[in-house]
């Protein structure tokens, strides 16, 4: 028991103290120092002396090759820039640094220095961190201070649309790695005072930096700070992005259903701002994570809102009705054939009993053996480059399908069912509930292998229960099901005109329910 206790505590979720194991380590190989370079190191402030300065940075940086240091002159005074040439950009340095220094007519740094953001950093520990993000030091010989100069390189992509969410109508924009671009597709599209991004840094030893996003009035404070203080507790070296912080925040890791929505569409997650959500945005991770959640906010997509609301529900209530066919397929073919012959006409019986009396195992490893297959070729067709993943999808699945027909391994029917399957979970607008789908149906396959259609109800009967107990942030994950709230339904099940969705949703648990309010003399309801 002790083995696994260690084991799962190796990487907490939550701590009330950050652990300061890379400090002790790091001071432990240190050499001992004089009682007052020992003051100077534990206050780590500024030195008059340029030379100390650079010598307590580098030392710091564990002697990392990729520090350059150079120079130079204010007036008659001497002075040292230092930055990281793998996290700084030269011509940056140049403009922003360089040249005003050599025109200086004045001694005031931040007079002189011209560049968007300089910063003053309290001492030399937080102008290293400010270093790793792209900032460069300017230190002035006899003065006890320094300037952070935010000179940082971008490699970012072009803003794209996301190939995981394409849209027939709508924006074709996309978030990317970058969390100041993802802001400011946000804030692009939201022109109102009370949006707040608040900034966190994650991670022990990635330094990720994290923003959460959400509208002032709309959002409930209960939430926000709940989202707050889960940031804080995290403890973790390594969070380079949002899909791993994703596990530490979530209330039921072990559950099949997703509790945050992942989106990389702006338009999506505004949408989600608009009615009281809030969003995380992090650094390397071309996504937002919007919280809290309900079952039917994976089923909404920005195609049900950029058409017309027929269209629209119709295309909804598809995406629901392929949930079921995803996850009750395969089991309900298995309940037919292996207990319940009788619900079968007899005109198809005679049809199927021909295809499948020459397959020599039950229809639960027919079954198996099929789904496999398609996960095996799926698994291939996304690792794969484009157009090779696209022909071992196509060429295998009508090779593979054809030869275990004409061998017997599967019959016919069997090929039809697991092709509507498959076809089912590609509607899901969402990848991670695809995902939850694709689990779903092996333990339905079993339970209707064992019970047949007994097996199936008590299944679902299971994941309806779990459904209802689930929560996201506080908010019933079944809603508007359970609890029951009618109103909601407008924009759950279908999607009603817009001039009928003068109510937030109460599952996004909004300071302000009433959306918008008709005017006096328009449409009649």
Same mark, same amino acid.
């Given at each position: 028991?002790?083995?696994?206790?260690?084991?799962?505590m190796?990487?907490r979720?939550?701590?009330?103290?950050?652990?300061?194991?890379?400090?002790?380590?790091?001071?432990q190989?240190?050499r001992?120092?004089?009682?007052h370079?020992?003051?100077?190191?534990?206050?780590?402030a500024?030195?008059t002396?340029?030379s100390?300065?650079?010598?307590?940075?580098?030392?710091?940086?564990?002697?990392?090759?990729?520090?350059?240091?150079?120079?130079?002159?204010?007036?008659?005074?001497?002075?040292?820039?230092?930055?990281?040439?793998?996290a700084?950009? %030269?011509?940056?340095i140049?403009?922003?640094?360089?040249?005003?220094?050599?025109r200086?007519?004045?001694?005031?740094?931040?007079? &002189?220095?011209?560049?968007?953001s300089?910063?003053?950093p309290?001492? $030399?520990?937080? @102008?290293?961190?400010?270093? $790793?993000?792209?900032?460069?030091?300017?230190f002035?010989? *006899?003065a006890?201070?320094?300037? @952070?100069?935010l &000179?940082? %390189?971008?490699?970012?992509?072009?803003v794209?649309?996301?190939?995981?969410e394409?849209?027939?109508?709508?924006?074709?924009?996309?978030?990317?790695?970058?969390?100041?671009?993802?802001?400011?597709?946000?804030?692009?599209?939201?022109?109102?005072?009370?949006?707040?991004?608040?900034?966190y840094?994650?991670?022990?030893?990635?330094k990720?930096?994290?923003?959460?996003?959400?509208?002032?009035d709309?959002?409930?404070?209960?939430?926000?700070?709940e989202?707050?203080s889960k940031?804080?507790?995290?403890?973790?070296?390594?969070?380079?992005? *949002?899909y791993?912080?994703?596990?530490?925040?979530?209330?039921?890791?072990?559950?099949?259903?997703?509790?945050?929505?992942?989106?990389?569409r702006?338009?999506?997650?505004?949408?989600?701002?608009?009615?009281?959500?809030v969003a995380l945005l992090?650094d390397n991770?071309?996504a937002a994570l919007?919280?809290?959640v309900t079952?039917f906010?994976f #089923?909404? %997509?920005?195609?049900d809102?950029n058409?017309r609301s027929i269209?629209?529900s119709?295309?909804r209530? $598809?995406?629901?009705?392929?949930?079921?066919?995803?996850?009750?397929?395969?089991?309900? #073919?298995i309940?037919?054939?292996s207990?319940?012959?009788?619900?079968?006409p007899?005109?198809?019986?005679y049809?199927?009993?021909?295809?499948?009396?020459?397959?020599?195992y039950?229809?639960?490893?027919?079954?198996?053996?099929?789904?496999?297959?398609i996960?095996?070729l799926?698994?291939?067709?996304?690792?794969?480059?484009?157009?090779?993943?696209?022909?071992?999808?196509?060429v *295998?699945?009508?090779?593979i *399908?054809?030869?275990?027909?004409r061998?017997?391994l599967?019959?016919?029917?069997?090929?039809?069912?697991?092709?509507?399957?498959a076809i089912?979970?590609?509607?899901?607008?969402?990848?991670e509930?695809?995902?939850?789908v694709?689990l779903?149906?092996?333990?339905?396959?079993i339970?209707?292998s064992l019970?047949?259609?007994f097996?199936?109800v008590?299944?679902?009967?299971?994941?309806?229960?779990?459904?209802?107990? $689930?929560?996201?942030?506080?908010?019933?994950?079944?809603?508007?099901?359970?609890?029951?709230?009618?109103?909601?339904?407008?924009?759950?099940? &279908?999607?009603?005109?817009?001039?009928?969705?003068?109510?937030?949703?109460l599952?996004a648990?909004?300071?302000?329910?009433?959306q918008?309010?008709?005017?006096?003399?328009?449409r009649?309801?």
């Amino acid at each position: 028991m002790g083995f696994f206790k260690n084991m799962l505590m190796n990487n907490r979720r939550t701590s009330g103290k950050k652990r300061n194991n890379s400090n002790s380590t790091s001071q432990q190989g240190q050499r001992s120092r004089s009682p007052h370079e020992a003051h100077h190191a534990d206050a780590a402030a500024f030195y008059t002396a340029l030379s100390e300065n650079e010598r307590f940075v580098r030392q710091k940086l564990s002697g990392t090759e990729d520090i350059v240091s150079r120079s130079i002159s204010l007036g008659n005074r001497d002075g040292l820039l230092i930055y990281m040439d793998t996290a700084c950009d %030269s011509d940056k340095i140049h403009e922003d640094i360089l040249k005003p220094i050599t025109r200086a007519q004045s001694d005031d740094l931040m007079r &002189v220095l011209t560049a968007t953001s300089v910063i003053q950093p309290s001492d $030399l520990e937080e @102008a290293i961190d400010l270093m $790793l993000l792209g900032h460069s030091l300017v230190f002035i010989e *006899g003065a006890a201070d320094c300037h @952070a100069v935010l &000179v940082n %390189s971008f490699n970012n992509r072009s803003v794209n649309e996301p190939l995981n969410e394409k849209a027939v109508q709508g924006a074709h924009n996309g978030f990317i790695e970058s969390l100041p671009v993802n802001l400011n597709l946000i804030r692009s599209q939201i022109h109102h005072r009370g949006l707040v991004v608040r900034h966190y840094t994650l991670g022990n030893l990635t330094k990720t930096r994290a923003s959460i996003v959400y509208l002032k009035d709309l959002a409930d404070p209960l939430l926000v700070e709940e989202i707050d203080s889960k940031l804080k507790a995290i403890d973790a070296d390594n969070l380079m992005s *949002g899909y791993l912080v994703l596990e530490y925040i979530e209330k039921q890791s072990y559950s099949p259903f997703p509790q945050i929505l992942q989106t990389e569409r702006p338009d999506r997650a505004v949408g989600n701002l608009l009615e009281g959500r809030v969003a995380l945005l992090m650094d390397n991770t071309p996504a937002a994570l919007i919280m809290p959640v309900t079952f039917f906010t994976f #089923y909404q %997509s920005p195609d049900d809102y950029n058409s017309r609301s027929i269209a629209g529900s119709f295309i909804r209530l $598809l995406r629901l009705f392929s949930f079921m066919i995803a996850i009750m397929l395969p089991a309900f #073919y298995i309940a037919v054939l292996s207990f319940h012959y009788e619900v079968i006409p007899n005109e198809v019986f005679y049809q199927i009993k021909g295809s499948i009396d020459k397959i020599p195992y039950p229809p639960i490893l027919e079954a198996f053996f099929m789904e496999l297959t398609i996960e095996l070729l799926r698994e291939a067709g996304i690792r794969l480059p484009g157009p090779l993943g696209q022909s071992i999808g196509i060429v *295998g699945g009508l090779v593979i *399908g054809d030869a275990v027909v004409r061998v017997g391994l599967v019959s016919y029917p069997m090929i039809i069912v697991v092709a509507l399957t498959a076809i089912a979970s590609f509607v899901i607008p969402s990848h991670e509930m695809s995902y939850s789908v694709r689990l779903l149906r092996f333990p339905m396959m079993i339970a209707a292998s064992l019970l047949g259609f007994f097996g199936i109800v008590f299944s679902l009967t299971v994941i309806l229960i779990h459904l209802c107990k $689930l929560e996201s942030f506080g908010t019933p994950y079944f809603a508007p099901m359970s609890p029951m709230r009618i109103l909601d339904w407008k924009d759950a099940f &279908v999607r009603l005109p817009f001039w009928k969705l003068n109510e937030r949703p109460l599952a996004a648990r909004p300071q302000k329910l009433v959306q918008e309010k008709k005017a006096k003399g328009g449409r009649q309801e």
